[in-house]
């Protein structure tokens, strides 16, 4: 089974800051790879798909970069509703496995 | 809009056995692979399986290989996960999912299923 490493696991940022959470795999994954974020108590919405394509109505603070074993998910201005939990995905093969998320918090 | 109701979900004692149910609208539901996936309290997110569209292509994560079903019904739009011989490690919440290309696109809110005795 590919694994996949988010990093860091918790993260704290302030309203405005630019984040970055990093994901790897444990082998090439090409750019099949999905991000998820996830508000407590609420199923995930995709954010973006096959490493870098932004899902519809999806705001263009998200985005989204990599290729292989290495991918970064960017929120360019922090908002006070992206404080949530994030997880990646990969999709090269199955099990179709996730990260262990990333919780974002307020600082 | 796409819509996914999931229902089913309830406290089971182990070696028990539930049936989930996901009622899917607002797009052509036999164009689709669907797919559950499960989180346990405080915990990330797995893929436990997932179906073809057709329902000829069947996925199961290893740890339920074996114990759980998973079908559909493409003239009642509905997807099902047979749940069989369960354990206290399946406790979670159970998302039924549209599955186009690999991501989950639409997720279900989610139907909790707890194993205890």
């Known amino acids: 089974d590919i694994q996949m490493t988010q990093s860091p696991s918790s993260l704290s940022a302030s309203v405005g800051d630019r984040v970055t959470i990093t994901c790897r795999a444990s082998?090439?994954?090409?750019?099949?790879l999905n991000w998820y974020q996830q508000k407590l108590g609420r199923a995930p919405k995709l954010l973006i798909y096959?490493?870098?394509s932004l899902q519809s109505e999806v705001p263009s603070r998200f985005s989204g970069s990599g290729s292989g074993t290495d991918f970064t998910l960017t929120i360019s201005s922090l908002q006070p509703e992206d404080f949530a939990t994030y997880y990646c995905?990969?999709?090269?093969?199955?099990?179709?496995?996730f990260g262990q998320g990333t919780k974002l918090e307020i600082k | 809009q796409v819509q996914l109701v999931d229902s089913g979900g309830s406290l089971v004692k182990p070696g028990g056995s539930l049936r989930l149910s996901c009622a899917a609208s607002?797009?052509?539901?036999?164009?689709?692979?669907m797919s559950w996936i499960r989180q346990a309290p405080g915990k990330g997110l797995e893929w436990v399986s997932y179906i073809s569209n057709s329902g000829t292509i069947k996925f199961y994560v290893d740890s339920v290989r074996g114990r759980f079903t998973i079908s559909r019904d493409n003239a009642k739009n509905s997807l099902y996960l047979q749940m069989n011989s369960l354990r206290a490690e399946d406790t979670a919440v159970y998302y039924c999912?549209?599955?186009?290309?690999?991501?989950?696109?639409?997720w279900g809110q989610g139907t909790l299923v707890t194993v205890s005795s």
């Open positions: 096959v490493a870098s």
């Open positions: 999912a549209r599955e186009p290309n690999g991501k989950i696109d639409y």
């Open positions: 607002g797009f052509t539901f036999s164009d689709y692979y």
């Open positions: 082998q090439s994954i090409s750019t099949y």
């Open positions: 995905q990969q999709s090269y093969s199955t099990p179709y496995t």
